[in-house]
């Protein structure tokens, strides 16, 4: 017997995404990931400043807006041929440093930790399932984590402020590194707060994950996907320090490698697109939306590196910096990101001790008449990427593939899957009016679908819902 179901939306927050499978005996047989709204953000920038691009690609997103502040600082240096200071590089890290903390904790408690703790009685935790494991105790005190873990989390945007000026859509992330200087003080107050913040990433979030995961060893057979891992180097290669992370690497069966951009491709064949080409490289291609294309699922697109599906994010980094061995799986990608979490906390207190107080890292910078450039970094989520060209000092040209795009793709012109939905494939599902597997491999690659897609459609009224009375 086939059953279709459609969870619509599958993200609790950050974005709008919708998945479609379909079950035979019991077993994921089919899947498609989809995302319904269209970003247009590329199409916003075209004859604009080319600074402009490090503060609009921040709207994309207000989970992860400093992610993409950062790929396009780097973009435009590497269009303005431009080395920043290792001091403007620390600075900027430190900001990106904040984000990464404050996605984790949020992620893991806010949108994981319901698929498996039944938070106390309250409307807005009302569960679609009842396969909650946990003691009473456990639950108990998991649950009270849950709600020190917003205090926490704002800990860290407020870090994010402190140098960045606010949070979400920092101010301070730019060509160069960072707009403003760090004091004495500033340095003292962010070792403070950090402090804070990994003292509960240790006593707290690291026992939790793997409270959750004692009760669920099922999922570290589930969810594993291709197993092809990627990213673009993060934390890499400072003048004086070496990497304190990961260099841009690769893991496919065919084992690791140094990443080659040049392999980068993206495929449109299944996605509400038209273009000359149905696959491009990233510089070649500005696509436009089509959605009465026929045979086709999602404005998400299919990236590719050498033809081939990737993962990326906190999981794929660990295991190509050696940092962890147990395997790919659901369960896997969800303690990645505790892991993680406690790592970063690691290289932001490295970076503090490096700085010089009152270093001014800015510079006047002139925009050519034409260019070219392109930002690469691995993100809370993952690989991110944004290309530009310049053509009469404003922007004609923009592309950004983000981390959710590689792992949320549609099929390809090759049949090949997107990651997500892959990792979908033979789920056994207990019970088809209760999904819960569904949601919880999904939910372990952080979906961020506002980053994959955004919502334009003109002529209709805004909505505002009012969640909280």
């Known amino acids: 017997m086939t059953k279709r179901i459609v969870v619509n939306p599958l993200t609790r927050i950050s974005g709008f995404m919708e998945v479609d499978v379909k079950v035979e005996n019991g077993q994921v047989v089919d899947a498609q990931t989809k995302g319904n709204m269209f970003r247009g953000f590329e199409q916003m920038l075209m004859g604009r400043s080319p600074f402009d691009a490090i503060y609009f690609t921040q709207r994309i997103c207000g989970i992860c807006s400093a992610a993409h502040s950062m790929a396009s600082s780097l973009a435009l240096e590497d269009a303005l041929d431009i080395e920043p200071l290792e001091q403007g ?13 404050q996605n984790h904790i949020r992620h893991f408690y806010q ?7 039944k938070i106390e009685q309250n409307p807005l935790f009302q569960a679609d399932h009842t396969d909650f494991r946990l003691p009473d105790a456990a639950t108990a005190r998991i649950s009270r984590h849950y709600f020190e873990s917003l205090t926490i989390s704002r800990r860290c945007h407020e870090m994010l402020a402190i140098l960045g000026g606010k949070a979400p859509h920092n101010h301070g992330v730019f060509v160069g590194g960072v707009t403003t200087k760090a004091t004495a003080e500033v340095v003292a107050g962010l070792s403070s707060i950090l402090a804070e913040v990994t003292a509960f990433l240790e006593e707290k979030m690291v026992p939790d994950v793997y409270e959750v995961a004692r009760y669920y060893p099922e999922y570290y057979r589930l969810g594993g996907g291709y197993g092809n891992l990627m990213s673009y180097g993060v934390f890499d290669r400072y003048r004086d320090l070496g990497t304190l992370y990961v260099d841009p690497l690769v893991w496919t069966h065919a084992g690791k490698e140094p990443f080659d951009e040049t392999k980068i491709t993206e495929n449109i064949d299944r996605a509400w697109y038209k273009g000359t080409k149905q696959t491009y490289v990233p510089d070649e291609e500005m696509t436009e939306p089509d959605r009465g294309k026929a045979s086709t699922y999602s404005f998400v697109k299919a990236p590719r590196y050498d033809g081939q599906p990737m993962e990326v994010g906190p999981l794929a980094r660990l295991i190509l910096s050696g940092e962890y061995t147990n395997g790919v799986s659901a369960m896997d990608r969800t ?3 505790a892991i993680e979490a406690v790592k970063i906390a690691g290289i932001m207190k490295t970076l503090l001790g490096q700085l010089v107080p009152d270093t001014d890292v800015q510079a006047k910078y002139t925009i050519p008449e034409t260019a070219q450039g392109r930002g690469l970094t691995d993100t809370t989520r993952g690989g991110l990427g944004h290309w530009l060209k310049i053509k009469d000092r404003k922007l004609s040209f923009y592309q950004i593939i983000t981390p959710s795009t590689w792992d949320f793709s549609p099929a390809d012109d090759r049949g090949f899957r997107g990651t997500a939905e892959e ?8 019970n088809a009016d209760e999904p819960v597997e569904i949601g919880r491999i999904l939910r372990s690659f952080d979906p961020c679908m506002s980053c994959a897609t955004h919502v334009s459609v003109s002529g209709k009224p805004v909505k505002t819902i009012k969640v909280f009375g």
């Open 89 to 101: 590089r620390y600075l900027r890290d430190i900001i990106h440093c904040c984000e990464f903390l």
């Open 423 to 430: 990792a979908l494939m033979g789920t056994p599902v207990q």
């Open 335 to 337: 303690i990645a990101r």
């Open 111 to 117: 949108y994981t930790l319901p698929d498996f703790v």
